[in-house]
């Protein structure tokens, strides 16, 4: 990625990081919270519901720095045709190009 097609892959991955560190401590929070629910007040499904949601996010950020370090990020892990910087923009962790995500193939 480019200033001419988008961000620049250390602003990405900059990003990411910050992603990465908000859902950690999301993480953080829920687990502590599902240990006592009653202290929270919150409903153990929703905590497990949330748990599992910022679990997932943390797996797609990992992943997509991965794609960073390796020098596949921006490529789409189907086709593998470039994935638009705009989708990207939106979605910093997209793994796949719009395309083959409508299409599940």
Sequence with gaps: M??????SIDT??????????QH????AALVAAGADPSATGEDPHAIATR?????????????????IA????GRCERCTGPIP??????????RLCVPCQASGC
Aim: glycine share 4%; proline share 4%; no cysteine.
């Design 85 to 94: 910087a705009e989708r990207l923009e939106i979605l910093p962790h997209a």
């Design 70 to 73: 390796e020098g596949s990020y």
């Design 2 to 7: 480019n200033v001419d097609t988008g961000p």
């Design 24 to 27: 950690t401590e999301t993480l």
């Design 51 to 67: 748990t599992a949601t910022a679990r997932r996010a943390i797996e797609e950020v990992t992943a997509a720095l991965s794609r």
């Design 12 to 21: 990405v991955r900059q990003t990411l990081q910050d992603q990465l560190r």
